[in-house]
């Protein structure tokens, strides 16, 4: 069955980036994109965007361009997300979810941004 | 960017009662809605896509209707486990989520 498992929390200094990883399973991991959704306490979900299947076209959100970037290793059936120049408001859980095989989760990823 | 607004904002039921959540596009998302679920400490699980279509595995207690910017998730009886947060999200243009209906017990 498909599984998917990211990294653990982070603590990061507002300035600083942080990369977070997510290990899937289960399925032939070059066929699928790999979403990635950021949640902030309280807050709604919010889409960051999408790293494509095989070819590694990507598409971010208008509101983190520039500063996100989503990278995936085939070898590792691996994808990343890599947020920089942390501000104290990108404190959030971070998602990867494989929705076009269906409805699959990571666990999330809390990122903390404090000084 | 397209804005989803929900009501109510908390909604107090009964279990074994109907439960009736809305949605409004700020324009029109066709039918391209999808609801989800989320416990806390949990990610958001697919209920329904396509506005009408029940995700794998989801009860037939659950239900979605709607189009253009008017959409409606309706419980039909509420089991234990269905007191949770409720989101929807429309992806006609990227993806954006409303802000929640908070389903507690009365």
């Known amino acids: 069955q498909v599984q998917v498992v990211q990294s653990g929390a982070e603590v990061k200094k507002p300035g600083a980036s942080v990369k977070v990883s997510c290990k899937s399973s289960g399925y032939t991991f070059t066929s699928q994109a790999v979403h990635w959704v950021r949640q902030a306490p309280g807050q709604r979900p919010e889409w960051m965007g999408w790293?494509?299947?095989?070819?590694?076209?990507?598409k971010y959100s208008p509101k983190f361009q520039g500063r996100v970037t989503f990278t995936r290793d085939t070898s590792a059936s691996t994808g990343y997300m890599e947020l920089s120049s942390l501000r104290f408001e990108d404190t959030a859980v971070y998602f990867c979810a494989i929705i076009d095989l269906g409805d699959y989760w990571g666990q999330g990823t809390l990122v903390t941004v404090s000084s | 960017e397209i804005v989803m607004t929900q009501s109510p904002a908390t909604l107090s039921v009964s279990p074994g009662e109907r439960a009736t959540l809305s949605c409004r596009a700020s324009?029109?998302?066709?039918?391209?809605l999808a609801w989800y679920q989320q416990k806390p400490g949990q990610a958001p699980r697919l209920l329904i896509d396509?506005?009408?279509t029940r995700a794998s595995g989801i009860p037939a207690r659950f239900s979605g209707s709607g189009s253009g910017t008017e959409f409606t998730l309706t419980i039909s009886s509420l089991q234990p486990e269905d007191f949770a947060v409720y989101y929807c999200?429309?992806?006609?243009?990227?993806?954006?989520f409303g802000q929640g209906t908070k389903l507690e017990i009365k």
């Open positions: 324009q029109s998302v066709s039918g391209n």
């Open positions: 396509g506005a009408s």
């Open positions: 790293i494509s299947d095989g070819n590694t076209n990507t």
């Open positions: 999200q429309q992806y006609n243009n990227w993806r954006t």
